[in-house]
């Protein structure tokens, strides 16, 4: 019943940008936290950047000045804006939804820079 529905990845150059969008549907109420994940083959998946319902933000060290996330609780959107992208952010994106001590996962998106 619950979906997520991410969008906006794509291939962008070096020092490009790119903005990432994810739509939950399915929730009777406002999610409690709401955040974007990446993995790259042979890495853990790990944060890149997480909201809470009250609006406290929390980043990875490695996006940190580059990356923003921002909500729209009317929606129930999380974007997030990728600037200055290295090569080092080529991922699979995955938008994450925390509510009430379930998880659910989007598909994934992949984000590749390039040189």
């Known amino acids: 019943q619950v979906q997520l529905v991410e969008s906006g990845g794509g291939w962008v150059q070096a020092g490009g940008s790119l903005r990432l969008s994810c739509a939950a549907s399915?929730?009777?109420?406002?999610?409690?936290?709401m955040g974007w994940y990446r993995q790259t083959p042979g890495k853990q998946r790990e944060s890149v950047a997480t909201?809470?319902?009250?609006?406290?933000?929390s980043y990875a060290a490695s996006v940190k000045g580059r990356f923003t996330i921002s909500r729209d609780n009317a929606k129930n959107t999380v974007d997030l804006q990728m600037n200055s992208l290295k090569l080092e952010d080529t991922a699979v994106y995955y938008c994450?939804?925390?509510?009430?001590?379930?998880?659910?996962w989007g598909q994934g998106t992949q984000v590749t820079v390039s040189s």
């Open positions: 994450r939804v925390d509510h009430y001590y379930n998880a659910w």
């Open positions: 399915g929730f009777t109420s406002r999610p409690q936290r």
């Open positions: 909201s809470d319902s009250g609006g406290s933000t």
